[in-house]
Nanobody, 115 residues
Framework: QVQLVESGGGLVQPGGSLRLSCAASGSGFSAYPMGWYRQAPGNQRELVATITSGYRTTIADSVKGRATISRINAKNTVYLQMNSLKPEDTAVYYC?????????WGKGTLVTVSS
């Protein structure tokens, strides 16, 4: 059973930076695509970034140039570095693992961008 635990969220001022982490339990982490999604109040969950097992990344247009996704397979961890944060980046950020029989999700970490 895969479990994903996000960390690194919090309150940050506009223009600031955060690095979110997602630690995965279980085996075979390195073989699966991982991603970060977010959901703001009243909105649907949306894709932020993904990274394949071969380290190919995709970044949503809304955060392109401000977000970087990376993974360290030896640590079973995926990261999301967010810079130049804006109030509209405020959301709960969820980690996703796209496994062979379905998707796994963490419980999320709240990012609040406010002065």
């Amino acid at each position: 059973q895969v479990q994903l635990v996000e960390s690194g969220g919090g309150l940050v001022q506009p223009g600031g930076s955060l690095r979110l982490s997602c630690a995965a339990s279980g085996s075979g982490f390195s073989a699966y695509p991982m991603g970060w999604y977010r959901q703001a109040p009243g909105n649907q969950r949306e894709l932020v970034a993904t990274i394949t097992s071969g380290y190919r990344t995709t970044i949503a247009d809304s955060v392109k140039g401000r977000a970087t996704i990376s993974r360290i397979n030896a640590k079973n961890t995926v990261y999301l570095q967010m810079n130049s944060l804006k109030p509209e980046d405020t959301a709960v950020y969820y980690c996703n693992l796209h496994g062979p029989i379905g998707d796994y999700w963490g419980k999320g970490t709240l990012v609040t961008v406010s002065s």
